[in-house]
């Protein structure tokens, strides 16, 4: 185990038709600790008939990406922006999720700038008033903001706009699933891009950069363990037409072997492979909080950062490729005790 859980007390999960209590010894040793996540995830059965990556619609998440690309560049605190934020948060309420803005004020090289992360969670009906409470599994995480650039129009077609098209498309697969959903809870991130450029501190976290996410994991820190998630998949820029995943090499070893595998198993290996270096991007984090996570986004963009990330750079396809690899993925986490 990367990280903890500590003090468990009659934990219950929720699945459809009954409440499931979970009573387990306050303890801190790592054993417990195992026996604790191994448990909450041996309550998920993964059935590969139902299985959620078969239904997932590439064609709806390319309009989720077009729709974001038409409000144009979206740097953090721009009115653009702030249009995007309320159509992603009408996407996921359609869907069934609750939406929890998650909204603070940082000062930066371009002065102060009000940043609002989306949380979103499934409702269980059982127990509603607890869907900020309950213990969760699995973050899965994407930034929704671009880049500013003053030289020209920056839109963002596949950095920002792709991995949060393929998280609303899983957002709607996983609201008709709230056996699956119940373990997950999804987030926007905003301002994962740096004003200027990402300087690190004595830690290795940026200066500039990463706001959303390094805001969510210091509040996180502050949480009870048991309301930390277990692990994190991050997704970013997937949409390249020519499509090549590199998992970064500061990714949890185990979770990128989960993602590699589970792109083999549905024949797109191909489009798979561990990258040679470590990045800087919004899993770091929660790498640096003791939280598993994995980068799951293809670098190798020849239009990244620059006026032709375009709608003509990506393709529905690619974005298919990397969901149903994610909801697989994310099936197998759930129903595997020897995961992180």
């Known amino acids: 185990m990367v990280h903890g859980w500590a003090m468990w007390t009659s934990l219950r999960f929720l699945l459809p038709g009954f409440v499931i209590a979970v009573t387990l010894l306050t303890t801190a040793c790592d054993s417990k600790q195992q ?18 990556h078969k239904d997932f619609d590439a064609a709806a998440a390319l309009e989720h990406l077009k729709a974001q690309v038409a409000f144009g560049p979206r740097p953090a605190g721009s009115e653009a922006l702030g249009k995007c934020r309320a159509y992603l948060t009408g996407q996921l309420q359609s869907f069934g999720w609750e939406v929890q803005p998650q909204a603070f004020k940082e000062y930066t090289s371009k002065g102060e700038i009000e940043f609002i992360n989306l949380r979103a969670r499934l409702p269980m009906q059982s127990e509603a008033s607890k869907t900020w409470e309950r213990p969760y599994a699995m973050l899965i995480g994407s930034h929704y903001d671009t880049k500013l650039f003053g030289a020209f129009n920056f839109v963002g077609a596949n950095d920002g706009a792709s991995s949060t098209a393929v ?174």
């Not at 991050?234 to 589970?262: C, E, F, R, W, Y």
């Not at 798979?272 to 990045?279: K, L, M, T, V, W």
């Not at 670098?299 to 690619?318: F, G, I, K, P, R």
């Open 35 to 52: 026996q604790a996540a191994a448990l909450a995830r041996n309550l998920y059965h993964f059935d590969a008939s139902k299985a959620l």
């Open 167 to 340: 998280l609303l498309e899983m957002a709607r697969l996983l609201g008709k699933r709230p056996d699956a959903a119940q373990f997950v809870e999804l987030v926007c991130f905003d301002g994962e891009e740096a004003l200027i450029d990402y300087t690190p501190d004595a830690s290795g976290m940026p200066k500039d950069g990463l706001y959303g996410s390094r805001h969510y994991a210091k509040l996180m820190r502050s949480w009870p363990k048991v309301q930390q998630p277990l692990s994190m998949f991050l997704l970013d820029m997937v949409g390249d037409k020519d499509l090549l995943v590199k998992i970064p090499s500061n990714s949890t070893p185990i979770l990128s072997q989960l993602i590699l595998a589970s792109a083999a198993e549905l024949d797109l290996g191909k489009y798979f492979a561990e990258g040679s270096g470590g990045i800087t991007d919004d899993h770091v984090p929660f790498l640096y909080s003791g939280i598993p996570s994995v980068d799951i986004i293809d670098l190798n963009y020849t239009a990244w950062h620059t006026s032709s990330d375009t709608l003509d750079q990506v393709s529905a396809e690619s974005l298919g490729i990397v969901g149903r690899t994610t909801l697989l993925a994310l099936e197998k986490y759930l129903s595997t005790s020897t995961m992180p």
